[in-house]
């Protein structure tokens, strides 16, 4: 049961324009998400997050926007650097019992950013 | 000091040796937890600390032994493992459990041969 889904296994972009990856979520219980850069062999970074009580958080050139009705967030980095290219894993804290101990990740998508 | 460190980045160990995992943090986060991640796939959790004491086990093999000698350290204590346990493991930390940003360290990439 995959509660969080990052139907894109793949984004390629050319270097200044904006990325955008998308993240859906089946539990309407989460009530904290967050997006993270992963490099091959390295542990994730944290990017940004936001709460379901905002529906935008913006970070420099990161902006992560949420829709609850939609369950669907998306993150959006403008301008793209080829420094950006990495898997970003979507995660979910919240839902069920005890489930605010537990970050749920997405499958992830892997960004490339073409000079 | 925003670190969360581990030791080894590497572990090679054959199925019937015992090695240990470490973890350390110095951000005053008082949850720790530990993700096992293969290849391709996402982080999934193994264990969770919540003020030193274990608040999650997602039913992970007794062959993997977490442990928490303070607020500043988690261990994983690695024994009979399988093949099939191969895998980077994640140390993480946040500052308390529940709707907040867990750091991750750089991982151990465990072969087991």
């Known amino acids: 049961d995959q509660q969080v889904k990052q139907n894109s296994p793949s984004l390629s972009v050319q270097e200044g324009r904006i990325s955008i990856l998308n993240c859906d979520y089946t539990?309407?219980?989460?009530?904290?998400f967050l997006w993270y850069k992963k490099y091959p062999a390295e542990g994730p970074t944290f990017l940004i997050s936001?709460?379901?009580?905002?529906d935008k958080n913006e970070d420099g050139r990161f902006t992560v926007f949420l829709n609850k009705s939609a369950k669907h967030l998306s993150l959006h980095i403008v301008p793209s650097q080829p420094g950006d290219s990495a898997v970003y894993f979507c995660?979910?804290?919240?839902?069920?019992?005890?489930?605010?101990?537990?970050?749920?990740f997405g499958k992830g998508t892997k960004l490339t950013v073409n000079p | 000091d925003t670190e969360v460190t581990q030791t080894p980045k590497h572990l090679v160990m054959g199925m019937t040796n015992k090695k240990s995992l470490k973890c350390e943090q110095h951000?005053?986060?008082?949850?720790m937890y530990w993700y096992k991640q293969k290849a391709k796939k996402p982080p999934e959790l193994m264990f969770v600390?919540?003020?030193?004491?274990?608040?999650i086990n997602e039913s992970v093999p007794s062959r993997f032994s977490p442990e928490c000698p303070n607020s500043s350290l988690l261990n994983l204590h690695l024994h009979a493992l399988q093949p099939e346990d191969s895998a980077l493991y994640l140390c993480?930390?946040?500052?308390?459990?529940?709707?907040?940003?867990?750091?991750f360290g750089p991982g151990t990439r465990l072969t087991v041969l």
């Open positions: 995660a979910a804290l919240g839902g069920s019992q005890g489930g605010s101990e537990k970050l749920v």
């Open positions: 951000m005053g986060h008082r949850a």
């Open positions: 539990n309407s219980m989460f009530d904290y």
């Open positions: 936001i709460s379901s009580i905002k």
């Open positions: 993480a930390s946040s500052h308390f459990v529940g709707g907040n940003e867990q750091f």
């Open positions: 600390y919540s003020y030193e004491k274990l608040s």
